[in-house]
């Protein structure tokens, strides 16, 4: 018997309730004495992104540098853009250790490509904080992000219940766009395509295959999937939300209209919402993840315990509530 979704509502509010007491726990960041550089001075921190192409790792750098304005990190901390290329992160973990920083924030563009880097900075006795996407070895004091696996799987259940809101069947069959092989959140988040896909008798993965987390290579990758499976697709989850643009497009070109759900909330996938209903989203907070994260930092420097993992919240975004949603990040 087909299990039927219901789809859940998530109140904007609420979950950023959540987000904010998660990002709490570590203290107010240095009030009482107690979260700072070790000597009363504010911290010198370098974040270590991916790619400033993905709009999710700008809002982590205007975030960052708001944190620097407030004084709650040294104006002397670094931002590092490695323009997706594995050597060019390397290079940054490496400048960072030689600028003797008092703590590092990183998300690997994969997790395997920057451990000797990582152990480079354990060697060096410098605070490793992973953010977003995880690494494969070496010492980190904890890993702040949301639960990938779970955004996998609430997206493709968004797409379900959009798929079962648009027909009646007695099967639905999905496509899937992966991101960047080889990285933590790309195997996470295909994680929770899978469990999905077994979790619900009445849908089917039908085919699944990276689109490298961009635009164009969705569009290229979503052109080949119509090629070959046509009307067959019921709907497509995609593991960002770029990707669901180049999805977006490929569908519109071929004159089809399928549901899409992505991850992540970026501002260009949410602003198709109110022209179709059927798409939606699970939105990270990459601001909440920052400030946890330099709270986090600032209390391992002052000897106070910290969590191995620190779970940020993802917020499922649909057509009811992207107005709202856009207001409060992109207003």
Known sequence: MSRKLKRRHFILSGALTGTALLAGCAGDGGSDGGSDGGDGSSPTVGLLVPSLEFTFFARMQNAFDQAKSDGDISSDSTFYDAGNSQS???????????????????????????ISAIQEANEADIPVIAIDRNVAEGETVTYVASDNVQLGQRSTELCLSFMQEESDQDMYNIVQLEGTPGASVTNDRGEGFQAAVSEYDNLESLASQTGEFSTQEALNVMEDFITEYGDEIDGVFCQNDLM???????????????????????????????????YGT??????????????????????????DTMVVEGLEVT?????DYLDQYFG
């Open 282 to 307: 699970i939105a990270q907070l990459p601001e909440e993840m920052v400030t946890t994260s330099i709270e986090q930092g600032k209390a391992y420097l002052a000897g106070e315990d910290v969590e």
């Open 319 to 323: 057509q009811e509530n992207a107005s």
């Open 244 to 278: 669901a643009l180049g999805a977006h497009q490929a569908l519109q070109n071929a004159n089809r209209s399928v549901p899409i759900t992505g991850i992540d909330g970026t501002e260009a996938w949410i602003e198709r919402f109110p022209d179709n209903p059927t």
């Open 88 to 114: 060019q992160q390397v290079s940054d973990v490496e400048n960072a250790v030689s600028n003797e920083v008092d703590f590092i924030m990183i998300s690997a563009i994969t997790a395997e490509g920057v």
